[in-house]
Structure formats: structure tokens, C-alpha cells
């Protein structure tokens, strides 16, 4: 009697051997592709500290993936921070992940007063350095993050070396869906983020003072930046995460230390 070609048995056979076959492929490229992903991944956040300092424009067409390499190796030196102390300390900067060192319990904490909900954050944290054409500093850039409405929101803010005058706050990554176009969606409108420059971060006596608000008088102020319109999680989300990282269980001591001469 002649077989069944259409048994359930060959059938099976089939579709399991597709299915490893495709598997192979599948992983077979997933390793092919890790080092090219990585590398994306680091352009990427180079060409936003890059914007940040206000270097390039990430919009314009005209930049190039070797002109980002060029002026981030020319002008940008990251460096590691203890948060605890304030102080330098030794490591690979440019290849630190700070999401991946805080998931170790043994190089990390949980926040005290998580008002960002970052859940746990590293002991270090990168700072990145952006020098002249002299060779000396003339920003400073804190990576901050915190949940806004639907996601958690990453950012570069770049400060002057005085610790207290903004130069530009630079929304770069979201997890998840991000926040909602239009509303949260807009802290990356170049509208309001050229609200930020120029705003101090600290009063005369030295306290943070800087407030996302829909008070016209606060925001028209040195201290105050206009609320998004329609969006008042995603800000609540932004004066969050300023408020945990400029506070003591964030770049606190770092800060008070450049202050004091620190980056001498």
C-alpha cells in the first residue's frame, strides 16, 4: 500500500524542521548584527551629546556618521562619577551602561526618595566633559532619566561649569511607546527645549529652584520653564527626574565638588 504523504507525522517533520532551520538563521544574524546594533547604538547617543553641547544639529542632514566620531573624539571626554562622594574614578566611561550596572545589587541602590521612579540607580554614573577648542570645559553633561506618562524618559541635561546655568535639556530615548505625540511627545519639540537655555538651576542661596510650571510669572523667570500644553504627567515626569538627579542621591556631591574646583 502506497504511503500517506499527508500524514500528520510528515507534516510535523516538516513544519519542525522549517522552524530550526529558520531559527538558525534568525540567531545566526541576531550574532552577525549584535556588534553593528551596538555601534548604532553608540552613535546615537554620542550625536545627542553632541547636541546637547550644542556641536551639531541632530536634524541636519548634512551630519555625517564620521563627522559625530570626529567631534565627540575631538571635544566630548566621559568620565565616571562615585555619586556617594562626588568623586572621578577609574573606568571605561564610553562603554559604561548605566541600566545594566544598577540590576547588580552589589553595584547599586535603592533610592530613598524615588520621586523619578528609577527603582534602583547605579553607584556611578557617567559625566561627560565637552571641551573648546583650547581644551577646556565649557559644558558639563548629567545623563538623567524618570517616568513620564507612559514610559521612562532618557536625557541629556548640559549645564555651564559655573553648576547652575543651563545651556540645553536634550530628550533622547523612551522606553516602551514613549510619551503621547503631540502631548509628552513635545519635551523633544525644538520649541521647548530652547526654553531651557539660559535658566538657572539654583537660587542665591543655593537651593534647587528650577520648576516646570504653568504659571506664567514662574516660567517667565530665571528659574521657571513653561509646562508642556495638554501634557501634565509627562512635566510632572521632567521636574521629577531633575529633582532626584540634581538632589543627594544623584549628582548632588559631584556638583558641590566642581564647584569647589573639582574639575582642576
Known sequence: ???????FGRTLFVVVGLCFVCSIFVSTAAVMLRPIQIENKLL???KYILEAAGIIDTKSASVSKQDVQLKYKKFVVAKLVDLKSGDWVEGDADSFDADKASRDPANAFIPKHDIASVNRVANTAVVYVVNDE?????????????YGLWSTMYAFLAID???NTIQSLVYYSFTGSGET?????EVQNPIWMAK???KKLYDEQGNLAIKVTKNPVIAASVHGVDALSGATLTSNGVQHSLDFWLGEEGFAHF?????KGGLS
Open 181 to 185: 505625540p503631540g502631548l509628552g511627545g
Open 255 to 259: 556638583i558641590e565638588k566642581v564647584r
Open 196 to 198: 531651557w537655555h539660559g
Open 161 to 163: 561649569p559655573d553648576m
Open 44 to 46: 546615537d547617543k554620542q
Open 1 to 7: 500500500m502506497a504511503s500517506n504523504k499527508d500524514s
Open 134 to 146: 583650547q581644551g577646556q570645559p565649557k559644558t558639563l553633561i548629567l545623563p538623567i532619566k524618570g
